[in-house]
């Protein structure tokens, strides 16, 4: 295939893979019609991989159920998407879109999606589905990067069940799981990194008490584990429900703000250590911004996008006309910059939905057949 290509460039092949390595997703799709050497450079799995390595983080929203965006942080740059109708949830892995629809069909309530390459694939519902109380993840077996699963759990007062989704077979297996304690997942606080999900999730002990913590499935072993605790959540509210995002690509961040409007930025150590930690990134204490308000920090999507700086898309509600405005700002330690704003609608839409957006990473990683 190299000397094919390098026959009809001036350019040696090495050079021209190098510099589509740096072209966007959206121009490769393009590029797939240029010639069919092109073609097949594009559609090979070494060079899918190595181009989504080299990509960086964007966010992408979803607002209406139907409608979507994708902002580029590096050039600020928007676009408009196409897909599938009432989505209310999404899992971002390797560039692919686990969705969950709002939909009295129930052959369309599951599916893989990739924006960029307008391919849908509809996943069969496994036959003991619960509806709400089901939670999903979705991830690959570190063992073959292309042999993506999906998880489906159910906790459903002390009712426990565990089931993986293969896509070689099409089929749902069951998976052995047992836990000590009832828990619970905050299904919208959940992360895919490196192959494997994390979740924000909660427990009762025996005391009464409320004990918070990250969980792990690993989809490699198919196996629940507890990475590490979850600090500043309790019971008097001081410090309001915190948002998860990967960091580094084998690490967690935690983004917390307090009712006094005082917002921090938590990593942890890498999630492979024998003991996993947090320890405080940096702090942030903006000056009458309308997004420490609870509503504004509760329907925030964050990452940490330099060093000491944190990307976050949020909205904020002009109180005298009662429009929600979406903005995207960069933070950083006593500073705040308001970048672009995004969209704008009236409080009390129908249309609108809670979660505003996610982190995600266009790539050509084919939905899986």
């Known amino acids: 295939m190299a000397s094919s290509i390098a026959s009809r460039s001036l350019l040696p092949y090495e ?29 090979d799995s070494r060079f899918i991989y190595k181009h989504l390595e080299l990509s960086r983080e964007g966010l992408i929203r979803v607002h209406d159920h139907k409608l979507y965006q994708y902002i580029n942080l590096e ?28 939909s009295d069909n129930i052959d369309r309530n599951l599916a893989i999606w990739n924006p960029f390459l307008s391919l849908v694939k509809w996943i069969k519902l496994s036959i003991s589905y619960t509806g709400h109380w089901d939670i999903y993840g979705f991830g690959y077996d570190n063992l073959s990067r292309e042999n993506y699963k999906i998880l489906r759990f159910c906790n459903k007062l002390g009712y426990e069940e565990t089931e993986i989704y293969e896509f070689k077979t099409k089929l749902w297996r069951s998976v052995d799981y047992s836990c ?51 600090p500043f959540i309790n019971c008097d509210d001081v410090w309001l429900l915190p948002h998860l995002s990967g960091f580094r690509g084998d690490r967690l961040s935690k983004l917390s703000k307090d009712k006094y409007g005082k ?20 702090n942030v204490t903006p000056q009458y911004l309308s997004i420490v308000s609870r509503e504004s920090i509760n329907n925030t999507t964050f990452f940490i996008h330099k060093t000491n700086r944190i990307m976050l ?19 950083c330690e006593g500073v705040v910059e308001k970048l672009v704003e995004t969209g704008r609608h009236r409080r009390g839409d129908k249309g609108c939905i809670t979660k505003i957006g996610y982190i995600f990473v266009p790539s050509l990683v084919p939905v899986p057949e």
């Open 75 to 102: 050039t600020l740059a928007l676009s408009s998407l196409q897909g599938p109708s009432n989505i209310y949830s999404m899992i971002h892995c390797d560039g692919l879109l686990l969705c969950q629809f709002k």
């Open 263 to 282: 917002i921090q930025v938590w990593v942890t150590n890498k999630v492979t250590d024998e003991v996993v930690s947090w320890s405080k990134y940096f």
């Open 180 to 230: 000590a304690y009832s828990w619970y997942a905050w299904y919208d606080e959940a992360v895919s990194m490196d192959g494997n999900m994390y979740w924000f999730v909660k427990r009762d002990k025996e005391n009464s008490q409320t004990e918070n913590f990250i969980l792990c499935f690993d989809f490699s072993r198919e196996i629940f584990k507890e990475t590490c605790c979850l």
């Open 313 to 331: 898309w949020c909205k904020e509600e002009d109180v005298k006309n009662k429009d929600i405005y979406v903005h995207v700002y960069e933070i």
């Open 15 to 43: 050079l021209v893979e190098n510099i589509l390595y740096k072209v966007p997703v959206e121009c490769l799709v393009r590029f797939k019609s240029t010639c069919k050497q092109w073609c097949a450079l594009l559609n």
